[in-house]
């Protein structure tokens, strides 16, 4: 039982790790885009 927990708990931080980098990763995108935006006036 002890082996299931560490198992879903190692998995959750992985899973918040992923979700922040994706995150970052969207803002960067969306900032990129934005600009782009800007400077073609669209």
Do not use: A, C, H, P
């Not at 190692?10 to 995150?23: A, G, I, P």
């Amino acid at each position: 039982m002890e082996n299931i927990l560490q198992t879903v708990k190692q998995f959750l931080e992985f899973s918040d790790e992923k979700l922040e980098e994706l995150k970052k990763k969207n803002q960067m995108i969306k900032l990129q885009k934005d600009e782009k935006e800007r400077n073609t006036g669209v």
